[in-house]
């Protein structure tokens, strides 16, 4: 068995909204293993944004314990968690979330500007590096309202790799794109998945499952269905299959 | 967190929007260029009547006979007949205060010389009367104590009647003209002081020996006054008491007795235009420093409104581990960034306009090097003051939602 990367542990969320007591999450247990390919999925109002707020370190839970990479971060302080989402988690977001008006390579460089360890030669390189990686590396200086849907959220990608995380948190990470750039999205998940990462990938879109090596379902804070993908289906194979768009 | 890339994210954000950053920017310079410009005029107008004063001899005392009543009736100081010659001798030997001190009588009355002629008023005056009106001879010599001795009929005269009286441009020393059918040599002529800040032609003086003024021309034994001059600006004080104290011996006066002279000195005169000059200042300043303010709230209603503007940015940089004191340092640089270069740019207009009113307008300027160092530090502080509340909003922020803030 490889190493655990997320344990979590009876993980209980709980909103106070005016006189009630909202139950966001009620219990939840599973563990991620370095490599895997998870999608979570489930309905509006299933706790799944407040599961992946907990797992991106945003949120604390009421109860229960969560292990990112062998370090509990049920009793961190807000700085605590800021650093730990500096070096350990890489977010994917679906509105892409880009700086404006700033290029491709700042945008990416951005994390390790948080980071003080990092020189600024070191943080230019890495985030070409990881530009190349998602293949925009004849685009490194373009300005984000100079790109597409699609190559906003390669770089967005690229940003999530930049600092080397232990897990990279895709929310809903193809719900603004088309279907044709959805699975060239996906194409490059499933590489990223083939080359040993962690990806957590949070949607309600039920084909995505297919594509991912597990997937995890909730249903009103719970778990109701935690899988394993035997037939992961190819994205790449699923692209060429597309009818050709004419304006691609 | 490391400093600098905090401050070159607050730099790229602010590179990103030039015009919002250059608008905030222009209250914070309209502001010090203001504050610039009208310390400078204040200051200068100051300095230019310090200067005036210091001309007159900032030191000087001037005592003349006055206060006196007969049957009721106040009569007018000039005809007073109090101070006497004694009373000089007695101030010049007693006084422990004083530099210099002169006797002065004063008449006035035609200068002829030749087919020219001039009206004038020739001042009997002692040797220390040039020290005391800080005057200098330019060609020729002061009359001697020999002179005084034997009250002879020796000037020296200012530019302004020497112009009069040798249009052609010839030398005057040597030459004697005539002061009501009385005949003088002139020995020396005065250094041109031109006018004085009452407006005063300093230049239209005949100086004649005491002595002689008294006994020849207006055979009289009294003075019209007694110039001196004290040791220091600052002993000015002790010098008018003294001499008061010698006056009121010498003049047997009683304790309830009020003094028979007056004694006026610089010091009054300039503590007095001071304190106009130092109003209007205070003013000018008051009235610059609202701009200011005004400067200050205007970056701090940008920044309120960036921060609203700018929270799916927030949440974003938190999103990827900026901790609170990053984001808060972060808005915080961008205030103080934008109200230090507005000051920089503010320090620039601020003496190009003093320049301009000086060279334009001709008013005297002073740009005070502490008035830029204070107009500096307020912008800094400012920037830090009205940055403080927006950057701790957005600092404050939940991640959660700032990232999905629409």
Redesign the interface.
Known sequence: MSKKVIELQNIKRNFQVGDEIVHALRGITFTINEGEFVTIMGTSGSGKSTLL?TL?C??TPSSGEYYLDGISVRTMS??ER??L???KIG?V?QNY?L????TAV?NVE??L????KVGAAERRNRAIEALKAVGLGDRLEHKSNQMSGGQMQRVAIA?ALV?NPAVILADEATGNLDTRTSFEILVLFQKLHAEGRTIIFVTHNPDIAQYSSRNIRLRDGHVIEDTVNKNILSASVALAALPKNDDD | MNGTNLFKIALRALANNKLRAFLTMLGIIIGVASVITMLAIGQGSKKSIQTQIAEMGSNMIMIHPGGDMRGGVRRDPSEMQTLKLENYEKLRDETNFIAAISPNVSSSGQLINGSNNYPSTIYGVGLDYLEIRQLKIESGEMFTEADIQSSAKVCVIGKTIVDNLFPDGSDPVGHVIRFNKIPFQIVGVLESKGYNSMGMDQDDVVLAPYTTVMKRILAITYLNGIYASALSEDMTDYATEEISTILRREHRLKDSDEDDFTIRSQQELSSMLNSTTDLMTTLLACIAGISLIVGGIGIMNIMYVSVTERTREIGLRMSVGARGIDILSQFLIEAILISITGGIIGVLIGCGASWVVKNIAHWPIYIQPWSIFLSFAVCTVTGIFFGWYPAKKAADLDPIDAIRYE
């Open positions: 707020n991106g945003l949120d807000k700085s800021a650093i989402r500096n070096r977010f977001f979330n700086l404006p008006k700033t700042e951005l994390p500007m948080y980071n003080a940003r600092n």
